[in-house]
């Protein structure tokens, strides 16, 4: 397996989700521990079709078997428009929620394989010390405008399931263990996929610096001028001027007194939540004031496995 071509083992994870890539998602996204320039790169590929391995579909590129994705990559593109555009009322939302640097949707939404019936994931980075504030005011906020995810109701309703604080922007340490191939396929994708909407202090460029270790992995991939999405969210200046006065009244003893109580609150309703991994020894769901993650169905073990299982019917 580890003698694949780079180009199948990349087209291989994204046949996960019957996703085909376009040349530059390709390139930037290739499962090299070296850079590829772009010369070498192309005839890679250009080889690859000739034998048949890869196939090329109105600028789309994936492996060759099973059903052509392209049709159903475009189709997406109705409900994901409909999906950030509640993305982003949800962000303009959170301007108010004190303490907040960076709000970026995630999961199958940034990575471009939402269902018209998935959620809107965000992945929130909180100012150290204020995490739990954080998390109580955004879900409040957004449960008062109908927007936040409760139980069964899931379609375009947004779930905040996972916050980190500013200190604690390194993910490796929620990495699955390593196997022969890779520590943990999906993560390293899903950092790079993670769409901003809201970035302050240049929080986002942090974040990509503190996970640089997916170089090991995606020696081609490059975050600089990506954080410059276009879908992130201008900052309004009655807004921010509103939100810091909230961060310098709830700063020191009082931040610190509804820090606490807030944690307090928070935890005691998780303690009724019977059927959860918190305890499991995983990094499915963490607790502690550094990190709140809430993926009780954490999925990558399945995924590397489903990428393995799609490497080993592959010849070349």
Not at 293 to 316: A, P, S, T
Request: net charge positive; charged share 30%.
């Amino acid at each position: 397996m580890n003698q694949l071509p780079p180009i199948i083992k990349t087209l291989a994870f994204f046949k996960i989700y019957n996703h085909p890539l376009t040349l530059l998602e390709l390139q930037e996204g290739l499962l090299v521990d070296r850079v590829m320039g772009w010369e070498e790169f192309k005839t890679n590929l250009d080889l690859l079709i000739i034998k048949g391995a890869v196939i090329e579909d109105r600028g789309f590129f994936f492996l060759a078997g099973g059903d052509a994705p392209v049709a159903k990559r475009v189709g997406r593109i109705l409900w994901e428009n409909t999906k950030m555009q509640i993305g982003a009322r949800a962000a303009k939302i959170l301007r108010l929620v004190p303490f907040i640097k960076l709000v970026a949707v995630c999961n199958t939404l940034s990575f471009g394989v939402s269902k018209p019936e998935s959620d809107i994931d965000f992945f929130i980075v909180a100012k150290a010390g204020r995490l739990w504030l954080v998390r109580a005011l955004a879900v409040f906020s957004l449960f008062i405008f109908g927007l936040y995810r409760r139980g069964t109701k899931t379609e375009n309703k947004v779930c905040l399931s996972f916050f980190i604080d500013e200190k604690n922007l390194d993910l490796q340490k929620l990495a699955l263990k390593d196997d022969e191939i890779s520590p943990d396929i999906y993560l390293i994708y899903w950092i790079t996929q993670i769409i901003p909407l809201i970035n302050r202090e240049r929080t986002m460029e942090k974040f990509w610096v503190a996970n640089l270790w997916i170089k090991r992995y995606l020696a081609n991939w490059d975050f600089v001028g990506q954080a410059e999405d276009y879908r992130r969210i201008k900052e309004n200046w009655v807004f921010s001027l509103k939100r810091k006065v909230w961060e310098f009244l709830l700063g020191g003893v009082v931040g610190n007194f509804w820090e606490k109580f807030f944690k307090k609150i928070q935890l005691i309703k998780m303690q009724g939540h019977k059927k959860t991994r918190r305890f499991d020894g995983s990094s499915a769901v963490v607790v502690n004031d550094e990190i709140l993650k809430f993926h009780e169905e954490d999925r990558r073990e399945l995924f590397r496995k489903m990428w393995k299982e799609n490497l080993n019917n592959i010849n070349v």
